[in-house]
């Protein structure tokens, strides 16, 4: 990892000229619906992003796997029925001031995109796309990225990671992409200003520290021995079954595929998002339903990102960027839960006698 | 004689109107439109249904997103329902529709709520030929078919 | 003990319900509580943080909850309102669950961001409310508080965007509807909404697109809305429930004034009015039929 400086005058005129090359730069906007938030948008001019504000209020997912998009196009003729594939090639676009917890679930859900069969309209976006992220110093109660191994200076998932100092930013450069963005733009780093960083990094990690500690190595083998726990039961009561947590999920990626006409004989092939929250999503056509109420379905979501992806995959699928708590009515906290389960999983067996 | 207009890909354009119809008053009396020779425009795709309470408020919005530039509704008038009360419920769900659809920017004139009786050929003929012109007026209805996929914000 | 807090401890004691569904302190607020033993009553809060309506929970299908048992649930005048749709609509019996209902002088429209009731701060779901003392009831709690500042915020909008032309119109919910990613959330934080089967969901035909395309989203909302009319008591759980924040809560004022302005009907927390959909009157406004 190198370091380099960038001004902000230098940053400035990096972004002027990816916008001048008709680049899309994707950065946190003030949102139009409420200028308090912000979410990712693509810009038009550097002064439109708005870094450091807030947590966005959508991650980066939809960029790699949007609400909907076409996988093909199908018309029937009176030859047989002609498919046409969408293209997966995806123009180059540069993703500018995101969180490294956001940054982070790519990394994590690419696993899963390769895993027994290559997506390639996720990869074709994820090879098209440069990262530049930022330390994260929005850290509030809800956060918990250093619970799950990550952390707001984790540079996981970014081409160049830049932290706030004096003048400008000290750019970690983690990928030779992110080198070649910075070139000409960046001079030397001065040690003070690797100091500097080094200095804000500590700070804003220990603002997420103290939210919720790391999750123990063998978490993961004790949901699995503990599927049968009567805790589930009431652990939760007070969920919907809504989905909001899953669609601003940085790392839920399921989806359902459908059909749509637009004439009796053509239409289009789609993908939507979907959530293993909704009563319909385990479904059988015989009308079994394997997940037949919402604690069944709430043990899925815990199980799946804390057990039986890591398990596979070697990853936790959660970057502890805290959204699913902030966006549920019902009050479900996910670190607080973490907590409860964790506490759980380590009280000492009663002992008899004595 | 139908209404076309020059639209802006320079073919001429003429405007899509399905009509839900009650089988017993309005299908009736178009159909006495007919005999009657009295003219109306061709643009008017007629659907049978028993009752104007068959109406589904779906059923218009499905109308406008596989094509329809315009839509009537039309059944007994209230008392006469060939099965007494329909069109009483009827009017209470198309005053709602008709009140939100133009809450969300559906422009009144693209819907026509009408009673027309069996023996109402002449009325018939008015709302066909004056829906057909006002939805000629405003164009074609394509923003409520647009359908280019969400994928990323814009 | 609070008053809420001693009757919730009796009736647990005495197994009149085997869970009492109310108000709690959670890490982010005020939440749903399930208390089930008696110990646990001392949690139950009630202040101006305790927006959600709770009535959902007692939705039969909701397995986890039902399992529990007879339920006590808390609630306010206009969460009452839910409880006698559903009862009204035969998805719980009258005598199956204890209604606490509590006197209440509004809660805030954005609970834990603010400490005390103003006409910026209170939600605007409580301007006009006239269930202060609600009506229906096994137990009624609490002394009637003053009535709440009016908070005119929505009234506004609603009033700016009738001037609006049709095509602003058209664009202004184009615009907000566009960030609807089909998740349904509004729906399933809906007490009302408790089809087993969604019309969104029914695949055979498809008459609601089930993708985030602008005709598809417009389908379902509109939908939706129409679906709730004369049902929806204007909690507010759609809009909360919302990880868009889509103002749904606009459509559904919108809808329950046409309800009211044409039906001189309101929700109503008395099971046995009828509601405006099952019943006609021969005189009912026609003006916009031909």
């Known amino acids: 990892m190198t370091h380099r400086f960038l001004s902000h005058q230098g940053l400035a005129s990096l972004v002027a000229q990816l916008l001048a090359a008709n680049t899309r730069v994707i950065a946190p906007v003030r949102a139009k619906d ?11 001019s550097f002064e439109e992003a708005a870094i450091g504000v807030r947590l966005p209020r959508r991650s980066l997912k939809e960029y790699f796997l949007p609400p909907t998009e076409v996988l093909l196009h199908y018309s029937q003729t009176k030859e047989g029925v002609e498919i046409r594939e969408v293209s997966t090639a995806a123009p180059p676009q540069v993703i500018l001031g995101a969180t490294p917890c956001d940054v982070a679930s790519l990394e994590v859900v690419d696993k899963v995109m390769g895993w027994d069969y290559r997506d390639e309209l996720w990869f074709g976006r994820r090879e098209a796309t440069t990262i530049v992220s930022f330390l ?3 850290a509030d109660s809800t956060c918990f990225c250093t619970a799950v191994g990550l952390g707001p200076e984790s540079f996981r998932g970014s081409d160049l990671l830049l932290v706030p100092v004096d003048g400008g930013y000290l750019a970690n450069v983690v990928t030779s992409r992110g080198e070649a963005l910075l070139h000409g733009f960046a001079s030397e780093a001065t040690d003070a200003a690797i100091a500097a960083a080094e200095s ?8 997420v520290d103290s939210n919720l500690e790391a999750l123990p190595a063998d978490f993961g083998g004790w949901l699995a021995s503990n599927f049968d726990n009567p805790l589930w ?15 601003v999920c940085p790392t839920c990626h399921c989806f ?24 319909l999503f385990t479904l059988h056509a015989s009308g079994h339903n394997p997940r037949q109420s919402q604690s069944e379905r709430f043990r899925q979501r815990i199980q799946h990102k804390f057990s039986i992806y890591p398990s596979r995959f070697a990853e936790i699928l959660c970057t502890g960027c805290g959204r699913c708590s902030r966006s549920c009515p019902g009050g479900m906290d996910l670190p607080k839960l973490l907590l409860e389960l964790v506490t759980l999983s380590q009280a000492k067996p009663e002992v008899s006698g004595q | 004689m139908s209404i076309e207009v020059e639209s802006e890909t320079d073919q001429t354009w003429s405007p899509k109107v399905v009509a839900f119809v009650c089988n017993w008053c309005t299908y009736t009396g178009a159909d006495l439109a007919g005999t009657s020779r009295l003219k109306m425009d061709p643009n008017v795709r007629v659907i049978k249904l028993p009752c104007s309470s068959r109406v589904n408020p779906l059923f218009i919005i499905k109308a406008f997103e596989r094509g329809a530039d315009g839509v009537i509704v039309s059944g007994c008038h209230t008392g006469d329902c060939h099965y007494s009360t329909g069109n009483y419920h009827a009017r209470r769900r198309f005053a709602i529709l008709h009140d939100l659809l133009h809450f969300m920017g559906v422009d009144e004139n693209r819907v026509t709520f009408a009673w027309v009786s069996a023996s109402e050929g002449n009325k018939w003929q008015q709302v066909v030929n004056e829906t057909t012109a006002r939805v000629a007026e405003l164009g074609p209805f394509s923003e409520f078919q647009g359908r280019q996929s969400a994928g990323a914000p814009q | 003990m609070t008053e809420l807090q001693e009757l919730a401890r009796q009736l647990l004691t005495e197994k009149t319900v085997n869970v009492v569904i109310g108000y709690e302190e959670g890490p982010r607020g005020v939440r749903p509580a399930f208390i089930t033993a008696p110990e646990q009553a001392s949690s139950l809060v009630f202040n101006i943080h305790c927006v959600q309506n709770l009535a959902a929970y007692l939705n039969p299908r909701r397995k986890q909850v039902a399992q529990l048992g007879k339920a006590a649930i808390v609630v306010k005048g206009c969460d009452a309102r839910a409880v006698a749709g559903m009862i009204r609509e035969q998805q719980v019996e009258r005598a ?7 006197r209440c002088g509004g809660v805030l429209q954005n609970p834990g961001t603010a400490s005390e009731l103003t006409a910026e701060t209170t939600s605007v779901r409580c301007a006009g409310c006239t269930v202060r003392d609600p009506k229906l009831f096994d137990y009624v709690l609490g002394e009637l508080p003053p009535e709440p500042p009016v908070n005119t915020h929505r009234v506004e909008q609603i009033a700016a965007l009738e001037r609006m032309t049709s095509a602003e119109r058209w664009n202004f919910w184009t615009a907000q509807l566009s960030r609807c990613v089909r998740c349904h959330a509004c729906r399933e934080a809906c007490p009302m909404c408790f089809c087993v089967k969604c019309t969104a969901e029914k695949t055979q035909p498809q008459w609601i697109d ?4 602008p005709r598809a989203n417009r389908a379902w909302q509109t939908m939706r809305v129409l679906h709730q009319a004369g049902r929806c008591v204007d909690c507010l759980e759609c809009e ?3 990880p868009e924040h889509i103002p749904l809560g606009l459509l559904a004022r919108y809808v329950a004034d046409a309800v009211e302005r044409r039906f001189d009907y309101a929700a109503s927390d008395d099971p046995s009015v009828a509601a405006p959909f099952g019943a006609y009157r021969p005189g009912d406004e026609e003006e916009f039929i031909r």
């Open chain 3, 210 to 213: 089930p993708s985030s395309t």
């Open chain 1, 136 to 138: 994260c110093s929005l």
């Open chain 1, 200 to 207: 804000s990094s500590r700070a804003a990690r220990q603002k």
């Open chain 1, 256 to 279: 359902d595929i459908v059909d749509e006409h637009d004439t009796a004989d053509s239409g289009v092939r789609r993908r939507n998002w979907d959530s293993c929250q909704t009563g």
């Open chain 3, 96 to 102: 199956n669950v204890v209604i606490i209902a509590l």
């Open chain 1, 233 to 247: 039961k009431t652990i939760a009561l007070r969920c919907h079954g809504c989905g909001a947590c899953a669609a």
């Open chain 1, 34 to 44: 409420d200028p308090q938030q912000i979410d990712y948008q693509p810009i038009h």
């Open chain 3, 240 to 242: 909360r429930a919302c």
